[in-house]
């Protein structure tokens, strides 16, 4: 028999939710703990968030191997189908101002708190027509490129250029699910983009940006042409207060 590690109370607390503690310390006075758990909890989720960022890199990679870059488009097709549809719909339902400070938390949890190697950075400003958020870093995609996960000892990149890479050959396997969920699925959905978006021109250097519009008929045209499609006006008007 070995000495136990762990008593009883030890065992309770790890299993505990980490911000209940924090706040449990400070109704007590213990600032310090506190402060201690606060800080603590900052790296909780990194590891998890680029590891499952990773595994989907790896996937979408093991499928281009297989079935080459149509292969990726036609998963990613089936996937936001049958995944990210309903998250769109319940977005397209809202007010479009209540959206603004929820993506901003998507961001905020995207950004895993500022940690770890090239920690996610964003910044939110706000113009007549629209909320734009400007991620240099983006959380996931720009960080896997930025932390080394792609080229000859990574994983892969587009081998042409195809409309869901942005008109880019060699672009991050990654990244080209934002085509998808962002834009080319919307559009066939309701009409318009769900987020208009600008993926980097430089992806070590360069912010990746989404937009918000306040009303979806100011979208620009670019991101239906890019596409090779047009805007229909009529499924356009009818989403300015939600779908």
Known sequence: MTDRW???HELEQLSRPTMDRAVEAIDAGELDEARRLCAEMKHEWQMLHDLMAAGVLDLVSFIQQRL?????AEAWTESMGRGWRRHHDAIVALDRRDLVPLLAATWRAHSTSGVGPNPG???ITEDEEKVTFTMNPCGSGQRLWRNGRYGPDGWGVTDEAHDWSYGRKGF???CTHCAFMNELGPINWIG???Y?????EDFDQDPCVWHWYKDPADIPERHWE???LKRDEERVAGGSGGD
Do not use: K, Q
């Not at 208009?196 to 980097?200: I, K, L, M, Q, Y």
């Open 68 to 72: 080459g870059d149509e292969g990726v």
């Open 196 to 200: 208009p978006s600008e993926p980097p």
């Open 6 to 8: 762990f008593s009883e």
């Open 121 to 123: 950075s964003f910044t």
């Open 226 to 228: 890019r596409y090779g």
């Open 172 to 174: 991050p396997l990654y």
């Open 192 to 194: 318009y983009p769900v």
